[in-house]
C-alpha cells in the first residue's frame, strides 16, 4: 500500500531527505545505525548500501517513480559537467572535488575566512587554531579559548588560543595540536586521541577500553604507556566498553567529552554523499527593510505552515519477524484465526491462493493527471477517475476510483492493479483501460481517456500515463456512424483520441448500448449520486461508500477559514483528516493567513516596464537545499513602485530587470508579515564579478577564483550582494560572503504543463505543485496565457487606454492618461456640439435648400453630432466598464460592435458631404446662369442616400470581426473589445480606408482648383487692366479656404490611418 500514492516534495523540518527520490525518513533515523539503513538507496548512513559503479541500465525504486543512473563523473565529448561545489564546502580542510589542473576545493585558501557562518560551531576545527569552535553554546570556556585538560592530574583549564597550534603539546590527547594525528594518520580520522609521551594516536573509542578480550581489547591500549592518573581518569561504570562509544554520548562528563570530541565529525575525504549536507545558512544576514528585525509583529508558526507538510514519525518498535511464518503466506501476510487455532494469509492484489502462492493476471497501472492551465482556475474543482479494464464488449472487468483535486494532488502518481474477472483470462477478448472524468461539484461527466494494452499475451501488462485534463468538458459528438449507439447511448470520443465508445443510459448496456439490464442488475446508488454502472456510484463531495449512503465527518462546520473549501482526504486512509483548498490571497492549513503583499518602490532608478522576482527559502537546521521561487509581474506606466502577492515562504527576495539583480528584502528568519514595504536604489543592486575583480583574477578557475569572494564584501562595504555565473552572494554583518547556487539561464516553462502560448515564457509560485502560474508575453502579445495578438488586430481605444484604467477606484485616483483624455475629450466634445449647434442654426434657413449645396452642408451639420456624441459615450462607457460600474456582458457587447461602426460610418459620411459640396461649387463656377437649382436638390438628395448605403456596406464587415475577450490580468480581470482581421479582410479594410479618406481629399482639392482658375479666368475677361497671373493670385487668396480646410481634415484624420497601416504590432 506504501506505493499506492506516491508524492515527490519537499521534507519536513524534522525529516531528512535521501539523496536521490527525494524520500523522506524522520529526522532520528540519519546516521543512527551504520549497519542498516532507512533510506532505499542507503544514503541515511556512513557506508554505502548499492554499488556506485557506473551501469548503462537504470535502476527504478517504488520510492523515487523514475529511473535514475548511479553517480559517476560524466567523461564525453557529448557532456561537459562543471564539477563546483556548494559554498559550504570550500576551504573546510576537506578535499571534495578530484583535482582539475591542480586545482580542488581546498587549494589557494589563503583569502578563505575559515570562521564563517557554515563553519562556526558544527564541532569540526576547520581553523588549526579551532577560533571556530570557540564561544559556542554549552562551551565551558570563554570566548578565544578552548577547554583543555592537563596532562598531570586531567584538570580543564580554559586554553588561550594564542597557545593552540603552537606546535607545543599543551592538554591531553593534544587536543591543542589536532595537526599531529591528522599529518601522522590522515585517513585514520578517528584516531586522533595522542598518547603521552608517544607519537602514537589512537582511536577514541578505545579510550578506557578495559575489557581484556574486547575486540579493541587492553592490548591495543597498554601501547599508550597509561599511568596511574589514566587509571583514575577511566570511570568503571563505563567497563568494558570505551566512554566513546555513541550510547553513552548523553552521560559523558565535560571532561569526557572533551576528548571524545577529538574523532572527526565526518571522514576526512569521503564522498559528501555520505555526510550531513550544508545548506543555506542565513546566521548574521541581518534584516532588510531594516523594521523586519522588530518581531513584535510575527504572526507566523511554522507548525501552521500549508506548503510543508509536517509529519510527525516515530520511529516504530517492530516486533521480530518470524520469517518461517512469514514464509508461510508468501507474499501476503499471515493472521490467525483464534477460534480455530490455524493461519489464513491476506493476498495483495497480484496474488491469490490459500497460502498467496498463484499470481493473478493483471494490468500493472502508474498514473499521473496534469492540467494544462493554470491550477488556480481548478482550485474548487474536485475530479472523480474510474479506472476500468473493459472488454470489447463495454463490460467492465474492474475498476479503481480515484479522487483529485489539482491543487491539493497534482504531483502525486498512483500504482493501480487491475485484474481479470476469469482466471485465466479469455484470450479470444481485446482489453483496454479507459479512464472516465466526473466532476464531484455538479456531478458532471468532463471526458475518458483511452489506453491500448500492447501485448495481450502476457500475463501481467505494465501501463504508465501522464493524463492530461483539458479545461473543457468532451462533447457528445455528431459526427459518429448513424445510430451507432442506438436510442439508449452517446457516441463519445476519446480526449487525444479518434476512438470512441458508446455511454449508455442507467437501465441498458452492450457495446452498442442496445440490452436492456434485468431487474437485478440495476443501479441502487444513493439519492444525490449518480449511477455509472450497476455497483459503481458517484458521490457528492460530502459523501462515500459503494452506495453513497455514508457521511464524510472530517469537514465540519467552518473547517475552513475565508471560504476555503474543505476536502477529505481518502478514507481508505484517514477518516478525520482533511486538506483545504483557500481561494486567492489566502493560505494556510486553514485558509486562516492572508498573503503577504510587498511595496518596492524605485528610487534613483529607473523604473521599468516589468521585473523578475526570485524568492530564495532557506530551510532551517540545514533539512534540505534552498528553494527558489521565479514570477514576473509588470509595472502599471503611471506608478513608481509595484506591488507582489506572494503567498510562500521566503527569506530573500531579488527583483531583476535590464539584466541587473537588486536585493529587495533579505530576512534571517522568516518572519511573516501581511504587508513589508521596501526600496531598491543602486546600493541594493548586485553587481557582477566582472566589476569587482581585476583582469587577472577574472582569468582564474572558478575554483580558485572564488577563494576571493571573502575580500570582496571587505573591500566594498557599501555593496549588499554581488554575483558570478554560478552563485548569487550575499554580504553578511560580518562582512564575510555567503553564496548559494543561482541559476541565471533558468527555463521558465512551468515543468513543461505549455500553459502560456506564442513561446511565453512561464512562472509558478511553487516549484513542485504550483497553485498560481503567470505567462510573460513576448512583444505583440497579451493576455493571460498571451493568447492574445495584436500583429492582425486594428487599435482601438480599448487596447490604448484600457490598462490604464484603474478598476474599483473614483476618478480622482485614476491615471494621467485618463484624466488626460477625459479632460480633451470634454473640450472637444463641448467645442463640437458648439459648432455643430451653430451650423444648424445657420444652414436652417429655407433659402439655404434652394439648391444642393445647402442640403449638403445641413445634411452634414447634422451628421457631425454623432461622432462626438460617439467619442463622447465610447469614453465614458470604457471607464464605467474597465471600472466595473457596468457588468451587464449583453451591453458591453452591443456597445463593442456599434459605437466604432457608428463612429467611423459617421466621420466619413462627413468627408464625403464635404466632398459633395465642393463638387457641387466646382459645377455651379462652371455652368454659370446654366445652373439648374433644381435638378441640383434632387441630386443632392439622391446622392446623399447613395452615399449613407456605400458607406455603410463598406464598413459592414467591422460588426463581424468584433468581439469581447476576458483578459485576467495579474493585477485584474478586464473585458476588452477587439477585432481581428483575416489577412484578406485586413486589406480589404486599408483599401477601403485609404478611400474613404484621400477620395474625398482628392475631390475637395480639385474642385478647388477648378473654383479658383475658372473665377481667375472669367475676372480677367471683365477685368483686363489685370493679367491672368494677379486674378489667379487674387483668386487663390481669396478661395485658399478651400485648400486649407480639406488639408486640415486629412491631417486630423491621419493618426487614425496610421494606426489602422501600422497595427501589425503593439509593444506595451
Given at each position: 500500500?506504501?506505493?499506492?500514492e506516491?508524492?515527490i516534495?519537499?521534507?519536513a523540518?524534522?525529516?531528512?531527505?535521501?539523496?536521490?527520490?527525494?524520500?523522506?525518513?524522520?529526522?532520528?533515523?540519519?546516521?543512527?545505525?551504520?549497519f542498516?539503513?532507512?533510506?532505499l538507496?542507503?544514503?541515511?548512513?556512513?557506508?554505502p548500501?548499492?554499488?556506485?559503479?557506473?551501469?548503462?541500465?537504470?535502476s527504478?525504486?517504488?520510492?523515487?517513480?523514475?529511473?535514475?543512473?548511479?553517480?559517476?563523473?560524466?567523461?564525453?565529448?557529448?557532456?561537459t559537467q562543471?564539477?563546483?561545489?556548494?559554498f559550504?564546502?570550500?576551504?573546510?580542510?576537506?578535499?571534495?572535488?578530484?583535482?582539475?589542473?591542480?586545482?580542488?576545493?581546498?587549494?589557494?585558501?589563503?583569502?578563505?575566512?575559515?570562521?564563517?557562518?557554515?563553519?562556526?560551531?558544527?564541532?569540526?576545527?576547520?581553523?588549526?587554531?579551532?577560533?571556530?569552535e570557540?564561544?559556542?553554546?554549552?562551551?565551558?570556556?570563554?570566548?578565544y579559548?578552548h577547554?583543555?585538560?592537563?596532562?598531570?592530574?586531567?584538570?580543564?583549564?580554559?586554553?588561550?588560543?594564542?597557545?593552540?597550534?603552537?606546535?607545543?603539546i599543551?592538554?591531553r590527547?593534544a587536543?591543542d595540536?589536532?595537526w599531529?594525528?591528522?599529518?601522522?594518520?590522515?585517513?585514520y580520522?578517528?584516531?586522533?586521541?595522542?598518547?603521552?609521551?608517544?607519537?602514537?594516536?589512537?582511536?577514541?573509542r578505545?579510550?578506557?577500553?578495559l575489557?581484556?578480550d574486547?575486540?579493541?581489547g587492553?592490548?591495543?591500549?597498554?601501547?599508550?604507556?597509561?599511568?596511574?592518573?589514566?587509571?583514575?581518569?577511566?570511570?568503571?561504570?563505563?567497563?568494558?566498553?570505551?566512554i566513546?562509544?555513541?550510547?553513552?554520548?548523553?552521560d559523558?562528563?565535560?571532561k569526557?567529552?572533551?576528548?571524545?570530541?577529538?574523532?572527526e565529525?565526518?571522514?576526512r575525504?569521503?564522498?559528501?554523499?555520505y555526510?550531513?549536507?550544508l545548506?543555506?545558512?542565513?546566521?548574521y544576514?541581518?534584516?532588510?527593510p531594516?523594521?523586519?528585525?522588530?518581531?513584535?509583529?510575527?504572526?507566523?508558526?511554522?507548525?501552521?505552515n500549508?506548503?510543508?507538510?509536517?509529519?510527525?514519525?516515530?520511529k516504530?518498535?517492530?516486533?521480530?519477524?518470524?520469517?518461517?511464518?512469514?514464509?508461510?503466506?508468501?507474499?501476503?501476510?499471515?493472521?490467525?484465526v483464534?477460534?480455530?487455532?490455524?493461519?489464513?494469509?491476506?493476498?495483495?492484489?497480484s496474488?491469490y491462493?490459500?497460502r498467496?502462492?498463484?499470481?493473478?493476471?493483471?494490468?500493472?497501472?502508474?498514473?499521473?493527471?496534469?492540467?494544462?492551465?493554470?491550477?488556480?482556475m481548478?482550485?474548487?474543482?474536485?475530479?472523480?477517475?474510474?479506472?476500468m479494464?473493459?472488454?470489447?464488449?463495454?463490460?467492465?472487468q474492474?475498476y479503481?476510483?480515484?479522487?483529485?483535486?489539482?491543487?491539493?494532488?497534482?504531483?502525486?502518481?498512483?500504482?493501480?492493479?487491475l485484474?481479470?474477472?476469469?482466471r485465466p483470462?479469455?484470450q479470444?477478448?481485446?482489453y483496454?483501460v479507459?479512464?472516465?472524468a466526473?466532476i464531484m461539484?455538479?456531478?458532471?461527466?468532463h471526458?475518458?481517456?483511452?489506453?491500448?494494452?500492447?501485448?495481450?499475451?502476457?500475463?501481467?501488462?505494465?501501463?504508465?500515463?501522464?493524463?492530461?485534463?483539458?479545461?473543457?468538458?468532451?462533447?457528445?459528438?455528431?459526427?459518429?456512424d448513424?445510430?451507432?449507439?442506438?436510442?439508449?447511448?452517446r457516441?463519445?470520443?476519446?480526449?487525444?483520441?479518434?476512438?470512441?465508445?458508446?455511454?449508455c443510459?442507467?437501465?441498458?448496456?452492450?457495446?452498442?448500448?442496445?440490452?436492456?439490464?434485468?431487474?437485478?442488475?440495476?443501479?441502487?446508488?444513493?439519492?444525490?449520486?449518480l449511477?455509472?454502472?450497476?455497483?459503481?456510484?458517484?458521490?457528492?463531495?460530502n459523501?462515500?461508500?459503494?452506495r453513497?449512503?455514508?457521511?464524510?465527518?472530517?469537514?465540519?462546520?467552518?473547517?475552513?477559514?475565508?471560504?476555503?473549501?474543505?476536502?477529505?482526504?481518502d478514507?481508505?486512509?484517514?477518516?478525520?483528516?482533511?486538506?483545504?483548498?483557500?481561494?486567492?490571497?489566502?493560505?494556510?492549513?486553514?485558509?486562516e493567513?492572508?498573503?503577504?503583499?510587498?511595496?518596492?518602490f524605485?528610487?534613483?532608478?529607473?523604473?521599468?516596464?516589468?521585473?523578475y522576482?526570485h524568492?530564495?527559502?532557506?530551510?532551517?537546521?540545514?533539512?534540505?537545499?534552498?528553494?527558489?521561487?521565479?514570477?514576473?509581474?509588470k509595472?502599471?506606466l503611471?506608478?513608481?513602485?509595484?506591488?507582489?502577492?506572494i503567498?510562500?515562504?521566503?527569506?530573500?527576495?531579488?527583483?531583476?530587470?535590464?539584466?541587473?539583480?537588486?536585493?529587495?528584502?533579505?530576512?534571517?528568519?522568516?518572519?511573516?508579515?501581511?504587508?513589508?514595504?521596501?526600496e531598491?536604489?543602486?546600493?541594493?543592486?548586485?553587481?557582477?564579478?566582472?566589476?569587482?575583480?581585476?583582469?587577472?583574477?577574472?582569468?582564474?578557475?572558478?575554483?580558485?577564483?572564488?577563494?576571493?569572494?571573502?575580500?570582496?564584501?571587505q573591500?566594498h562595504?557599501q555593496?549588499?550582494?554581488?554575483?558570478?555565473?554560478?552563485?548569487?552572494?550575499?554580504?553578511?554583518?560580518?562582512?564575510?560572503?555567503?553564496?548559494?547556487?543561482?541559476?541565471?539561464?533558468?527555463?521558465?516553462?512551468?515543468?513543461?504543463?505549455?500553459?502560456?502560448?506564442?513561446?511565453?515564457?512561464?512562472?509558478?509560485?511553487?516549484?513542485?505543485c504550483?497553485?498560481?502560474?503567470?505567462c510573460?508575453?513576448?512583444?505583440?502579445?497579451?493576455?493571460?496565457?498571451?493568447?492574445?495578438?495584436?500583429?492582425d488586430?486594428?487599435?482601438?481605444?480599448?487596447?490604448?487606454l484600457?490598462?490604464?484604467i484603474?478598476?474599483?477606484?473614483?476618478?480622482?485616483?485614476?491615471?494621467f492618461?485618463?484624466?488626460?483624455?477625459?479632460?480633451?475629450?470634454?473640450?472637444?466634445?463641448?467645442?463640437?456640439?458648439?459648432?455643430?449647434?451653430?451650423?444648424?442654426?445657420?444652414?436652417?434657413?429655407?433659402r439655404?435648400?434652394?439648391?444642393?449645396?445647402?442640403?449638403?452642408?445641413?445634411?452634414?451639420?447634422?451628421?457631425?453630432?454623432?461622432?462626438?456624441?460617439?467619442?463622447?459615450?465610447k469614453l465614458?462607457?470604457?471607464?464605467?466598464?474597465?471600472?466595473?460600474?457596468?457588468?451587464?456582458?449583453?451591453?458591453?457587447?452591443?456597445?463593442?460592435?456599434?459605437?466604432?461602426?457608428?463612429?467611423?460610418?459617421?466621420?466619413?459620411?462627413?468627408?464625403?458631404?464635404?466632398?459633395?459640396?465642393?463638387?457641387?461649387?466646382?459645377?455651379?463656377?462652371?455652368?454659370?446662369?446654366?445652373?439648374?437649382?433644381n435638378?441640383?436638390?434632387?441630386?443632392?438628395?439622391?446622392?446623399?442616400?447613395?452615399?449613407?448605403?456605400?458607406?455603410?456596406?463598406?464598413?459592414?464587415h467591422?460588426?463581424?470581426y468584433?468581439?469581447?475577450?476576458?483578459?485576467?490580468?495579474?493585477?485584474?480581470?478586464?473585458?476588452l473589445?477587439?477585432?481581428?482581421?483575416?489577412?484578406?479582410?485586413?486589406?480589404?479594410?486599408?483599401?477601403?480606408?485609404?478611400?474613404?479618406?484621400?477620395?474625398?481629399?482628392?475631390?475637395?482639392?480639385?474642385?478647388?482648383?477648378?473654383?479658383?482658375?475658372?473665377?481667375?479666368?472669367?475676372?480677367?475677361s471683365?477685368?483686363?487692366?489685370?493679367?491672368?497671373?494677379?486674378?489667379?493670385?487674387?483668386?487663390?487668396?481669396?478661395?485658399?479656404?478651400?485648400?486649407?480646410?480639406?488639408?486640415?481634415?486629412?491631417?486630423?484624420?491621419?493618426?487614425?490611418?496610421?494606426?489602422?497601416?501600422?497595427?501589425?504590432?503593439?509593444?506595451?
Open positions: 500500500m506504501f506505493c499506492a506516491l508524492e516534495s519537499d521534507c523540518e524534522n525529516e531528512y531527505r535521501c539523496h536521490y527520490g527525494g524520500q523522506c525518513i524522520p529526522k532520528e533515523m540519519f546516521h543512527d545505525d551504520e542498516n539503513s532507512d533510506c538507496d542507503g544514503t541515511d548512513e556512513p557506508e548500501f548499492f554499488d556506485s559503479i557506473c551501469v548503462g541500465d537504470p527504478f525504486h517504488c520510492e523515487e517513480r523514475s529511473c535514475r543512473y548511479s553517480l559517476c563523473e560524466v567523461n564525453s565529448t557529448e557532456k562543471i564539477q563546483v561545489p556548494p559550504s564546502y570550500l576551504c573546510d580542510r576537506f578535499v571534495d572535488i578530484d583535482a582539475i589542473d591542480n586545482e580542488t576545493d581546498e587549494t589557494h585558501c589563503e583569502n578563505w575566512l575559515c570562521d564563517n557562518v557554515y563553519t562556526r560551531c558544527d564541532g569540526v576545527w576547520n581553523c588549526l587554531n579551532g577560533i571556530d570557540s564561544n559556542c553554546k554549552g562551551s565551558p570556556c570563554p570566548s579559548t577547554p583543555c585538560l592537563l596532562p598531570a592530574n586531567n584538570t580543564m583549564i580554559c586554553l588561550p588560543l594564542s597557545k593552540v597550534n603552537d606546535n607545543h599543551d592538554c590527547g587536543t595540536e589536532r599531529f594525528c591528522q599529518q601522522l594518520y590522515p585517513s580520522t578517528t584516531s586522533r586521541y595522542k598518547c603521552w609521551n608517544d607519537s602514537k594516536c589512537i582511536n577514541t578505545h579510550l578506557c577500553n575489557e581484556p574486547h575486540p579493541y587492553r592490548d591495543q591500549f597498554i601501547d599508550c604507556d597509561l599511568h596511574e592518573d589514566d587509571e583514575q581518569f577511566c570511570p568503571t561504570h563505563y567497563t568494558p566498553y570505551s566513546c562509544e555513541p550510547e553513552y554520548s548523553d559523558r562528563t565535560i569526557e567529552k572533551i576528548l571524545c570530541d577529538l574523532a565529525k565526518y571522514p575525504g569521503s564522498d559528501r554523499l555526510r550531513e549536507d545548506h543555506l545558512k542565513l546566521t544576514s541581518g534584516y532588510y531594516t523594521d523586519l528585525s522588530d518581531k513584535k509583529e510575527i504572526t507566523f508558526d511554522m507548525s501552521q500549508s506548503s510543508i507538510k509536517l509529519i510527525q514519525f516515530n516504530p518498535a517492530l516486533p521480530e519477524i518470524d520469517f518461517e511464518t512469514a514464509w508461510f503466506c508468501n507474499r501476503g501476510i499471515p493472521i490467525m483464534s477460534s480455530q487455532r490455524y493461519s489464513m494469509c491476506l493476498c495483495p492484489p496474488y491462493g490459500n498467496c502462492q498463484y499470481q493473478n493476471q493483471r494490468v500493472s497501472l502508474t498514473l499521473q493527471f496534469h492540467t494544462i492551465h493554470s491550477p488556480f481548478w482550485r474548487t474543482i474536485v475530479f472523480q477517475f474510474f479506472i479494464l473493459v472488454d470489447e464488449e463495454n463490460t467492465i474492474s479503481e476510483q480515484i479522487t483529485y483535486s489539482p491543487i491539493r494532488d497534482c504531483n502525486i502518481k498512483y500504482n493501480i492493479y485484474l481479470f474477472k476469469d483470462k479469455n479470444s477478448k481485446t483496454n479507459r479512464i472516465d466526473y461539484n455538479n456531478l458532471t461527466y471526458g475518458s481517456w483511452y489506453l491500448s494494452i500492447p501485448f495481450p499475451f502476457l500475463p501481467v501488462n505494465r501501463l504508465a500515463s501522464i493524463v492530461t485534463i483539458p479545461l473543457r468538458a468532451q462533447q457528445i459528438q455528431n459526427d459518429c448513424e445510430n451507432i449507439c442506438g436510442k439508449h447511448g457516441c463519445i470520443y476519446y480526449f487525444s483520441s479518434n476512438n470512441f465508445f458508446c455511454q443510459d442507467t437501465n441498458w448496456k452492450g457495446r452498442w448500448c442496445h440490452l436492456k439490464r434485468h431487474s437485478d442488475d440495476k443501479c441502487r446508488c444513493s439519492p444525490n449520486s449511477c455509472i454502472e450497476p455497483g459503481i456510484c458517484l458521490c457528492t463531495l459523501r462515500f461508500g459503494s453513497c449512503y455514508l457521511t464524510r465527518s472530517s469537514c465540519k462546520l467552518n473547517s475552513c477559514s475565508n471560504r476555503g473549501l474543505c476536502l477529505s482526504d478514507q481508505r486512509i484517514s477518516e478525520s483528516n482533511f486538506t483545504c483548498i483557500c481561494n486567492e490571497g489566502y493560505w494556510g492549513k486553514e485558509c493567513k492572508i498573503s503577504t503583499f510587498v511595496d518596492i524605485f528610487s534613483n532608478i529607473p523604473i521599468p516596464q516589468a521585473i522576482a524568492l530564495i527559502r532557506a530551510y532551517e537546521n540545514n533539512t534540505a537545499a534552498h528553494q527558489r521561487i521565479t514570477t514576473f509581474t509595472i502599471p503611471d506608478r513608481n513602485f509595484v506591488t507582489l502577492k503567498s510562500s515562504l521566503f527569506n530573500i527576495l531579488f527583483i531583476e530587470f535590464d539584466k541587473a539583480y537588486y536585493l529587495a528584502v533579505i530576512q534571517e528568519e522568516i518572519l511573516f508579515r501581511n504587508y513589508i514595504r521596501t531598491i536604489n543602486p546600493s541594493r543592486q548586485c553587481l557582477s564579478i566582472d566589476k569587482l575583480l581585476n583582469s587577472l583574477e577574472l582569468t582564474l578557475s572558478i575554483l580558485h577564483r572564488v577563494k576571493y569572494y571573502h575580500r570582496i564584501c573591500n562595504q555593496f549588499s550582494c554581488f554575483y558570478d555565473d554560478i552563485y548569487m552572494c550575499l554580504c553578511n554583518l560580518e562582512r564575510q560572503a555567503n553564496c548559494f547556487s543561482f541559476d541565471h539561464n533558468m527555463t521558465y516553462d512551468c515543468a513543461g504543463r505549455f500553459y502560456c502560448e506564442n513561446h511565453a515564457q512561464c512562472y509558478q509560485d511553487h516549484p513542485t504550483p497553485k498560481q502560474l503567470l510573460a508575453c513576448p512583444d505583440c502579445f497579451y493576455g493571460a496565457q498571451c493568447q492574445f495578438s495584436t500583429k488586430s486594428s487599435f482601438s481605444m480599448d487596447i490604448i484600457a490598462y490604464h484603474r478598476p474599483h477606484v473614483s476618478f480622482a485616483d485614476q491615471s492618461p485618463v484624466k488626460v483624455s477625459l479632460a480633451i475629450t470634454s473640450v472637444i466634445v463641448c467645442l463640437g456640439l458648439i459648432n455643430g449647434i451653430c451650423s444648424v442654426m445657420t444652414f436652417a434657413n429655407k439655404f435648400y434652394q439648391v444642393g449645396c445647402g442640403i449638403y452642408l445641413i445634411a452634414n451639420s447634422t451628421v457631425s453630432f454623432f461622432p462626438i456624441i460617439m467619442i463622447a459615450f465614458t462607457s470604457l471607464i464605467l466598464t474597465q471600472t466595473f460600474a457596468i457588468k451587464n456582458r449583453t451591453y458591453i457587447l452591443i456597445s463593442c460592435i456599434l459605437i466604432d461602426f457608428l463612429l467611423d460610418t459617421t466621420l466619413n459620411i462627413g468627408n464625403w458631404l464635404n466632398a459633395c459640396v465642393a463638387i457641387e461649387r466646382a459645377i455651379n463656377i462652371c455652368r454659370g446662369v446654366k445652373f439648374n437649382k435638378r441640383s436638390k434632387k441630386i443632392a438628395k439622391w446622392t446623399i442616400v447613395i452615399l449613407i448605403l456605400f458607406i455603410i456596406l463598406t464598413a459592414l467591422k460588426p463581424f468584433r468581439e469581447l475577450i476576458n483578459d485576467e490580468d495579474q493585477y485584474d480581470r478586464r473585458t473589445c477587439v477585432v481581428t482581421y483575416s489577412p484578406w479582410i485586413k486589406q480589404y479594410d486599408i483599401t477601403i480606408n485609404i478611400i474613404h479618406l484621400f477620395t474625398p481629399f482628392i475631390i475637395n482639392i480639385i474642385s478647388a482648383f477648378v473654383i479658383i482658375i475658372i473665377a481667375a479666368r472669367k475676372r480677367s471683365a477685368q483686363t487692366h489685370l493679367t491672368r497671373k494677379q486674378h489667379l493670385k487674387k483668386q487663390l487668396d481669396e478661395h485658399k479656404h478651400l485648400l486649407i480646410s480639406p488639408i486640415i481634415l486629412v491631417l486630423l484624420a491621419l493618426p487614425r490611418l496610421i494606426l489602422v497601416l501600422f497595427s501589425g504590432c503593439m509593444k506595451s
